[in-house]
């Protein structure tokens, strides 16, 4: 582990998603041993006034939290827009991971984005987007870790191991189908990549394929549906367009509201612990 203090970022906007997120930060702090830190963006056109109110409220909520569980939380507020900010100041100051809450993709955001990819893309932290509380505060033992052809599958490989190794995590790999062999060629390279580093990291881990001619969104929704999932890894589109974005926004906005880990390319998943790839 890195000597330098660890700690999650929780986005704050004094609404029950901001709880929700929280209580993910509290479950994952208690395994990791993390700092927790509240956000809250103001907006750059908000009188000078708003920056002492949202900071009273949020350190009433910081101390709140910190009374009831021991973790030591602390308030942030800064102005900006919502859609960098976040982002910015995980990565600035070099975060172990993001958890935001999000009602999914409603009305106009089918059409233009969610709100959560908007700001979630460009991020070189991870960010866990979650739907509701976390179902108990058990270990995540579940994952599903879904695998296509892209080269950068292999940065979320990352959070996997690091899950399985906090939480003792099983990894349930879903392999794409696709007909053309070249595509398959690099699906199955990323497959053995993974079982590689996850066998030498002791990590236990399953295969399963999804059948041909199956969409790849609605298949991992349903598996993890059938193994009870705790969590889902995906990697994100390098920039958000309305088709490229469609598998990402169909898995966060996931019916059964199971918590989903997105990895952006080139994604920097600073200081969570020492992975042993070899």
């Known amino acids: 582990m890195d000597k330098q203090k660890r700690f999650l970022v929780v986005t704050w906007d004094f609404t029950?998603?901001?709880?929700?997120?929280?209580?993910?930060?509290?479950?994952?702090?208690?395994?990791?041993?993390?700092?927790?830190?509240?956000?809250?963006?103001?907006?750059?056109?908000?009188?000078?006034?708003k920056d002492a109110e949202a900071t009273s409220r949020?350190?009433?909520?910081?101390?709140?939290?910190?009374?009831?569980?021991?973790?030591?939380?602390?308030?942030?507020?800064?102005r900006g827009r919502i859609?960098?900010?976040?982002?910015?100041?995980?990565?600035?100051?070099?975060?172990?991971?993001?958890?935001?809450?999000?009602?999914?993709?409603?009305?106009?955001?089918?059409?233009?984005?969610?709100?959560?990819?908007r700001v979630i893309l460009g991020s070189k932290v991870p960010f866990l987007v979650v739907q509701d509380p976390p179902k108990d505060m058990e270990k995540y033992q579940n994952i599903v870790f879904p695998v296509d052809f892209r080269l950068?599958?292999?940065?979320?490989?990352?959070?996997?191991?690091?899950?399985?190794?906090?939480?003792?995590?099983?990894?349930?790999?879903?392999?794409?189908?696709v007909t053309d062999k070249f595509l398959l060629k690099k699906i199955n390279t990323n497959l053995n990549f993974a079982i590689k580093y996850l066998l030498q990291n002791n990590i236990a881990y399953e295969i399963h394929d999804v059948e041909k001619g199956k969409h790849i969104g609605k298949e991992?929704?349903?598996?993890?549906?059938k193994i009870?999932?705790?969590?889902?890894?995906?990697?994100?589109?390098?920039?958000?367009n309305v088709v490229a974005g469609a598998f990402e926004q169909y898995i966060i906005a996931n019916s059964l509201k199971i918590p989903v880990m997105c990895i952006n390319p080139k994604a920097m998943f600073v200081r969570v612990g020492s992975f042993q790839y070899g």
């Open 83 to 117: 859609f960098t900010e976040i982002s910015q100041y995980a990565s600035d100051n070099k975060a172990n991971m993001v958890i935001m809450g999000t009602h999914g993709i409603k009305g106009s955001q089918k059409l233009f984005g969610s709100w959560a990819m």
């Open 228 to 240: 009870n999932a705790d969590l889902i890894i995906i990697l994100t589109s390098r920039q958000f």
């Open 152 to 177: 950068e599958n292999r940065e979320k490989l990352k959070m996997a191991i690091f899950m399985g190794k906090y939480f003792e995590s099983k990894v349930h790999i879903l392999k794409a189908a």
């Open 58 to 78: 949020l350190q009433a909520v910081a101390e709140k939290n910190m009374k009831e569980t021991g973790i030591n939380t602390v308030c942030v507020v800064i």
């Open 16 to 49: 029950p998603l901001s709880e929700m997120a929280l209580q993910h930060a509290v479950k994952i702090s208690k395994m990791v041993d993390t700092e927790i830190r509240l956000l809250h963006i103001i907006g750059k056109k908000e009188p000078p006034e």
């Open 220 to 225: 991992t929704i349903e598996f993890a549906r």
